[in-house]
């Protein structure tokens, strides 16, 4: 789980405008960042079968967001697959 100012260090470098905390960049970003974090306990709690699900439904959100940012805003998409190096 991340906490307060890794999340607002998140979105300070990825906002599209000033007072943006919602654009799908930014919630593509932070899912990012949820996801190696959950990836790295999972790593050691292998039998922790909520935190799994819980991983897997960050993923298809993930999934979602990035398919509608790629339809509708094709330079964001690829600007942003560039800064996550994914």
């Known amino acids: 789980m991340l ?3 890794q999340k607002e ?3 300070a470098k990825f906002k599209t405008h000033e007072s943006d ?3 799908p960049q930014v919630q593509i970003a932070i899912l990012t960042a949820e996801i190696k974090d959950l990836t790295q306990h999972l790593l050691g709690h292998k039998k922790d079968f909520s935190s799994r ?3 897997l439904r ?3 959100e993930r999934r979602r967001l990035l398919k509608y940012l790629e339809r509708e805003d094709a330079k964001g998409y ?3 697959m560039d800064k996550l190096k994914m």
């Open 3 to 5: 906490d307060k100012a």
């Open 9 to 11: 260090k998140i979105i």
């Open 21 to 23: 905390t919602g654009s």
């Open 53 to 55: 699900k819980g991983l």
């Open 58 to 60: 960050k993923v298809g």
């Open 78 to 80: 690829a600007d942003l």
